[in-house]
């Protein structure tokens, strides 16, 4: 049936296993999921089900309202919300059992005064900035924090910090950050702590600390850039053909005439474009499979259409699927195309995509 442009294939059993493959990094160690930006892209209300289910007991998510539907579906579960205790939201956040990250004396104060009101410790994570400076206590103001009872008021029960570059492991500030957390942990003691995002993870057992707190792995992006993806892929993304048509030398393609056909050529014109999430800085560098074959996106991509070079698929006629992630065509491959990082691919993967949840790969 044609009645989408494109169709968004979700694998929730290599999800899974990606869950699987990152806690296995780290023995004895907790592996968290974060599932903010709604599973970033791949839809919340069917991950979060499959990885409570796989054993997962601890969730991350950006933002209240993210929140409140992470618990609809995991009645049991931890879940923080990384921005924090925002002004007004902590009734809310009580209402619903959820734990802010607190970045700051503010918030610690306020949440504190939540749960003196409410007679029982309410739980939270203490962010801690060892060099993002974006979100979090400052690492003096946060070692001035020992021995302070605003910490046990404040029901801290996890510390945590977030890695500038830990996709880039000789970057020194690593290891600056790892030396700053650890004496944060020796000035905060018994409290469990958290260190870890995807990349994070790949560094070593000194990065691990309790809990891993990965999210872009989980959904296919490599880890370890410049090294094989150790993780399964996640997202395919496939169109329809709408239209094969052949042109002649001197013919263009597409809005303002950006590609000329050097010679006689055949194209395929899919239906899809950037109103479906496709990025229309891939123009005339992204590339999609038509029979197994790599056809480069001509001319700039349109609202609904892509237009491709099929001169060397002869499989490509009316009808006939184009895949433009998956078969080795990874996120982080569409990312570079479009100049920017798989993140943001995944993350805007459009609400106009056919969504078919599959679990085949699960192992
Ligand atoms: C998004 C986020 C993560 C997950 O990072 P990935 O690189 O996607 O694994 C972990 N911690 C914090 C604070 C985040 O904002």
Not at 55 to 67: D, I, N, P, Y
Not at 88 to 96: F, K, S, V
Request: hydrophobic share 50%; charged share 15%; proline share 7%.
């Amino acid at each position: 049936m044609h009645g989408h442009g494109a169709t968004l294939i979700i694998d929730l059993g290599a999800i899974v296993s990606n869950w699987r493959r990152l806690a296995d990094e780290a023995p004895g160690r907790a592996c968290a999921a974060v599932v903010k930006a709604d599973a970033y892209g791949c839809g919340l209300d069917r991950v979060a089900p499959a990885l409570w289910q796989a054993g997962c007991r601890t969730f991350f998510v950006a933002h209240l309202s993210e929140a409140i539907a992470a618990r609809a579906l995991l009645p049991e579960a931890i879940i923080y919300v990384l921005n924090g205790l925002l002004p007004g939201i902590g009734p809310a956040l009580m209402a619903h059992a959820l734990r802010p990250v607190v970045g700051s004396r503010d918030e610690m104060v306020e949440w504190a005064a939540l749960a003196a009101a409410s007679g029982a410790p309410l739980p939270a994570a203490l962010h801690i900035d060892t060099g993002m400076n974006r979100l979090g206590f400052p690492v003096p103001e946060a070692l001035a924090l020992a021995g302070d009872p605003i910490v046990a008021q404040a029901g801290i029960a996890l510390l945590m910090t977030h890695l500038v570059s830990a996709e880039l492991p000789e970057e020194v500030v690593n290891a600056r950050q790892a030396a700053d957390f650890a004496r944060l942990r020796a000035a905060l003691p018994g409290i469990p702590a958290s260190f870890a995002n995807s990349s994070g993870v790949f560094l070593g057992a000194p990065a691990h600390h309790d809990l891993l707190r990965p999210g872009y792995a989980l959904f296919g992006g490599n880890p370890v850039p410049g090294r094989p993806n150790p993780m399964r892929p996640v997202v395919r993304l496939e169109a329809t053909i709408a239209q094969v048509r052949t042109v002649a030398a001197g013919d263009t393609a597409g809005y303002n005439a950006r590609w000329t056909a050097d010679g006689p050529r055949r194209l395929a014109t899919l239906s899809l474009g950037y109103a479906d999430g496709y990025p229309r800085a891939a123009s005339g560098r992204g590339m999609a499979l038509v029979g197994g074959v790599r056809c480069p996106i001509v001319g700039l991509i349109s609202m609904d259409l892509v237009i491709l070079d099929v001169t060397d698929a002869p499989a490509a006629a009316r009808g006939s699927t184009a895949t433009l992630i998956g078969d080795g065509l990874d996120i982080d491959a569409v990312g570079r195309a479009a100049g920017t990082i798989g993140y943001e691919i995944l993350t805007g993967l459009g609400s106009r995509y056919v969504r078919h949840y599959v679990t085949g790969t699960e192992a």
